[in-house]
């Protein structure tokens, strides 16, 4: 049973920081693309960054670029999502996905198992 499990959410003041982990089993993790999705209230899920199953590719939204740093240990089975700079618009409910292949998508409906979230509120 493939199972990923997100932590390291929080409350943070703006300009803060925040490491989310997912920890995953149940699947060969060093085989698959991984992302970070984001939903915020009244708002559909994105994409937030993809890196690919080897770690030599990585995708981030133009909102994060230079904020956030997705990476990986595939020795641990684990995604992480180092965010830097907080800002109030990155409040949201912060979920892992497994894409369906070693290379990354941008679409949503390629990523089939996904965590139950962990979630971010960046307020002073």
């Known amino acids: 049973q493939e199972k990923l499990v997100e932590s390291g959410g929080g409350l943070v003041q703006p300009g803060g920081s925040l490491k989310l982990s997912c920890a995953t089993s149940?699947?060969?993790?060093?085989?698959?693309?991984m992302g970070w999705f984001r939903r915020a209230p009244g708002k559909a899920s994105e994409l937030v960054a993809a890196?690919?199953?080897?770690?030599?590719?990585?995708y981030y939204i133009d909102a994060v670029k230079g904020r956030f740093t997705i990476t990986r240990d595939n020795d641990l089975n684990t995604l992480y999502l180092e965010m830097n700079d907080l800002r109030p618009e990155d409040t949201a409910l912060y979920s892992c996905a497994k894409s369906q292949g070693p290379l990354f998508s941008l679409a949503p409906h390629s990523y089939g198992a996904w965590g139950q979230g962990t979630q971010v509120t960046v307020s002073s």
């Open positions: 890196i690919s199953s080897n770690a030599d590719n990585s």
């Open positions: 149940g699947f060969n993790f060093d085989i698959y693309a």
